[in-house]
């Protein structure tokens, strides 16, 4: 036992039903140390992580803590015992104030009664000590935006006394400058001795942070390295079993003629005048911060959304779509960001979800024929190499990166010739990635057109032909592949 570990995690196995979802995995933390946990998507990060959170029970193993074997049976009993998870859904009460929020575990601090006025000051104490003093502990957590939400959760933790901080996906929402703030804080609390567990699927900012990152593979443990003896693709072939030499693929499409064309979009306050063309097996990026009416001008070309004013020309032909069902008869094709809420139908079979815009395929005389329909999914997804079991599986028995696939696989079927793939990889692990980016490559070469909207920059250089940067509801500029770099979409996005 090393006597600087404020954790470890020895041995922990947990099975669900017939499931081995972690064997005998090994974590250790110093104390002040930020330390990575990585692995592709149902590798065991979250299930080891809601152990040391005590909402999930080992099987087996030990959890020691400053030197002492403990038993976590709780939230409440890790909390007590210095552990804090920031997930990436909050646990934050939207209708209670900032200071409510922080307090929530000892809104009364002596005697019966609520000091109003001491709570207020605690609460801008905590805040200040971040360099967030300027947040107001009087209003309500719902109004503000989700960087600052993070800040109140991060005051929680710090309220709580806590000696372990994970960080779970931290910046899968936040803008540029956003991220630069939160790795500003990361590094304060490890000043000040706080030891933080860091997961993210994100290589640069584990490079940029960590001090040592631990693997996980299939629910075992690979290994511990420190962070500066490791290279992103030595860490990748640990991750996923194997060397991937490119990130990004090659692609050998031929761009031919415009497929869409859309001039002076204006839709409500979010997209005042946006105007761009896509060409088929192009793949033209879209980049800029949270916010900047990206995912908004989408949702109106593709009639999820009313549109105010402007053109859209499909083929040469002027469209106004007044239905996502209206688009998808046109051959036009929509991966929304948020897959568990808009792209997928959770609680139904894979098989549902993959011929849902495809249904004319399987029916005959608005019969499905069900032998066909299996087949065929089948087949779909052998084609982009989902894991899974039964095709008759709910949807959410999946992990995240297979999900993705699953919805992916949705728009593969529908034979579009125009497609937007709104933030494809987020949530999924490198391996994932790469087989997502081979996917889009493919539709590309067959002549699809291709809108892609990502927050990450290395995807925006590595994948598109092109890309347009939005900013407050506008488009600020274009960017040729061959002058495509971090620096020049920031100065775009950031109004430089």
């Not at 002596?110 to 000091?115: E, Q, V, Y």
């Not at 859309?262 to 949270?290: I, P």
């Amino acid at each position: 036992m090393q006597n600087d570990c404020v954790v470890e995690m020895m041995n922990i196995s947990k099975n669900f039903g017939g499931v081995k979802a972690l064997q005998d995995v090994m974590l250790k933390v110093k104390k002040g140390e930020i330390h990575a946990l990585i692995g592709e998507n149902g590798a065991g990060k979250s299930t080891l992580m809601k152990i040391l959170a005590g909402a999930y029970q080992k099987d087996k193993g030990q959890i020691i803590i400053d030197g002492q074997e403990v038993k976590i049976t709780s939230p409440k009993s890790a909390m007590d015992l210095g552990v804090s998870v920031i997930y990436q859904e909050f646990m934050l009460a939207p209708d209670l104030t900032v200071a409510e929020n922080i307090f929530i575990d000892n809104l009364v601090n002596h005697g019966m009664f609520l000091n109003w006025k001491d709570l207020r000051a605690r609460a801008k104490e905590q805040l200040s000590k971040l360099g967030f003093g300027d947040i107001d502990p009087d209003v309500k957590v719902g109004t503000l935006s989700v960087a600052r939400q993070q800040i109140v959760e991060i005051c929680k933790c710090l309220a709580r006394k806590s000696k372990v901080i994970v960080f779970d996906e931290p910046t899968a929402v936040l803008t540029f400058s956003e991220i630069k703030k939160l790795f500003s804080i990361i590094r304060q609390l490890k000043e000040d001795g706080v030891s933080i567990i860091y997961i993210s699927h994100r290589l640069e900012e584990l490079f940029e942070l960590s001090d040592n990152i631990t693997v996980l593979k299939d629910g075992k443990y690979i290994d511990t390295v420190p962070t500066a003896s490791i290279t992103k693709e030595e860490l990748v072939a640990k991750m996923v079993g194997r060397q991937i030499m490119q990130l990004f693929p090659e692609r050998q499409a031929k761009i031919g003629d415009e497929i869409l064309r859309v001039e002076h979009l204006h839709v409500g306050d979010m997209v005042t005048d946006v105007s761009f063309s896509v060409r088929s097996g192009e793949v033209v990026g879209f980049s800029g911060l949270v916010g900047a009416g990206r995912t908004e001008a989408m949702r109106a070309i593709f009639g999820a959304d009313k549109k105010d004013s402007g053109k859209i020309l499909y083929f040469g032909k002027e469209v106004n779509f007044k239905s996502p069902k209206q688009a998808i008869k046109n051959g036009f094709g929509f991966l929304p960001e948020d897959r568990k809420a808009q792209g997928l139908l959770l609680e139904q079979s894979i098989r549902v979800n993959a011929t849902l815009a495809s249904m004319r395929k399987i029916k005959k005389f608005d019969i499905i024929g069900h032998k066909k329909e299996k087949d065929y999914v089948k087949q779909l997804l052998s084609s982009i190499s989902t894991k899974y079991g039964s095709i008759e599986d709910n949807a959410n028995s999946l992990s995240g990166g297979n999900q993705q696939k699953i919805a992916l696989a949705k728009w593969l079927a529908a034979d579009c010739k125009c497609i937007v793939f709104d933030e494809p990889t987020r949530g999924v692990d490198v391996g994932a990635k790469t087989e997502i980016y081979k996917i889009i490559n493919r539709l590309a070469e067959e002549g699809v057109g291709i809108i892609m909207i990502s927050s990450e920059m290395t995807e925006i250089i590595g994948m598109c032909d092109r890309a347009i940067v939005m900013r407050q509801g506008v488009v600020t500029g274009e960017i040729n592949k061959s002058e495509l770099s971090e620096n020049n979409l920031i100065k775009l996005a950031m109004g430089v």
